[in-house]
Structures are given as C-alpha cells and as structure tokens.
C-alpha cells in the first residue's frame, strides 16, 4: 500500500517558468515531509524539508507548501533552471519514533532551455 | 558527495546465490537505514538500524537480512537470489531517528 503518492510520473517545463511537483499522502500521522533530488546513477540529495507546525518552507528557488487537512504537498521550483532536470521524490515520515522514510514513485521533472 | 559509502558499485549474481552489501554511513551518524528501489518503483524501505540494534523493519523478505557493527557500518545480506531482486539498493544515514536522512550512490544488482 503507496502511502505517498505522486501521481504524476513526468512534467516538462520551460526554463525561467515555475514547476510545482506534487505529493499526496494518506497516513495522517506523517509530520515530517521532505524533498529529494535525484540524478541518473547517484543517491537522493535531500533538497527541503517541513514539520507538520508549518504550512510553508522557503529556501532560495524552492519552497514546499503543506495543506495537513487535504494530506497533500506541493515543491515549487522559481525560475527553474535546466539543472534542476532530474527526478524528484516526496517522502514523509513520523518524525518521534523510528523515523522511517516513506518515498513517492517520483516525478521526472525536465526543464527545458 | 553526502559522505555514505557503498561497496560494490555493481554486482552481477547468478539465481540461487548469496551477496553481502556494505554500507559506510557519515560521520557520527547513529542510525543506518536500507532502501530497495527496482524498476518503476518508488524507494522501498526494507530496515533501520540505530547504534547496532535493528529499530524498524519494512517491506524486507525473509532471505534479506541485514545488521550493524560495533564501528557503525552496516551490511545487507541477500540470499537465495532471484530474477526480480535485481534493483538499486541504497544505503542512507542519519544523526539518529527525526534528523534528515543522507542517501548513498547505491549498489546496483543485477541477478541472471
């Protein structure tokens, strides 16, 4: 059972434009949301964070929106830049206890110049 | 480079066969985590060790096992291979449970 969903497996975007990627989750005691970036070949790079108290982190071009009653979070990524061509995966997690991370089947973002 | 080691790079195995994976996780880190990710997959989580006990057990089968040395390293042992183990295991670590987790490259496996 997926209980981090993004349902959309791809998103083009031209370069200087916004891309929003989005992440749906069903297990209500998630407060712990992250971002992770993934090249071809190399491991996830943690990209940003949010705890469940906020509902908005901001750092430099990327900011994550968290809405808990839908269950639902969303990356925006302004300008993108066709660096930031890659795949990207929600994850989630209870943040007292194991601390497991829960991962999304991701999002291949392609930002075009 | 997140500072988590994996060895080996690549592994190609035959059905039937035994492969230890190695994990080195950062500096300091406590806690060690193992990931699967196959084709079209997500990243499964498979187990977590903290400080050499085993603290978390996920979608793990019964011929995987997995623990934590006294120096932190950790392995993951795969047994009985079959066709549809062949993924990308990931290795990641943490200062302990709640802080971000940091993933290494990964082993890649592949079972003929």
């Known amino acids: 059972d997926q209980q981090v969903k993004q349902n959309s497996p791809s998103l083009s975007v031209q370069e200087g434009r916004i891309s929003i990627l989005n992440c749906d989750y069903t297990?209500?005691?998630?407060?712990?949301f992250l971002w992770y970036k993934k090249y071809p070949a190399e491991g996830p790079t943690f990209l940003i964070s949010?705890?469940?108290?906020?509902d908005k982190n901001e750092d430099g071009r990327f900011t994550v929106f968290l809405n808990k009653s839908a269950k639902h979070l969303s990356l925006h990524i302004v300008p993108s830049q066709p660096g930031d061509s890659a795949v990207y995966f929600c994850?989630?997690?209870?943040?007292?206890?194991?601390?497991?991370?829960?991962f999304g089947t991701g999002t291949r973002l392609t930002v075009i110049p | 480079d997140s500072g988590v080691t994996q060895t080996p790079k690549h592994l190609i195995t035959a059905t039937g066969q035994r492969v230890t994976l190695r994990c080195s996780p950062r500096?300091?880190?406590?806690?060690v985590y193992w990931y699967q990710q196959s084709l079209d997959q997500g990243l499964q989580f498979l187990i977590h060790?903290?400080?050499?006990?085993?603290?978390a057990k996920g979608n793990i089968l019964e011929r995987f096992s997995a623990q934590q040395f006294p120096d932190l390293h950790s392995e993951l042992n795969l047994s009985s291979l079959e066709l549809g183990d062949s993924a990308l295991y990931f290795c990641?670590?943490?200062?302990?449970?709640?802080?971000?987790?940091?993933f290494g490259e990964g082993s890649w496996l592949t079972v003929v």
């Open positions: 990641a670590s943490s200062v302990e449970p709640g802080n971000t987790i940091y």
């Open positions: 949010i705890s469940s108290i906020k």
């Open positions: 994850a989630a997690s209870e943040q007292t206890g194991a601390n497991n991370l829960f």
């Open positions: 297990n209500s005691m998630f407060d712990y």
């Open positions: 500096s300091g880190d406590l806690s």
């Open positions: 060790y903290y400080n050499g006990e085993e603290r």
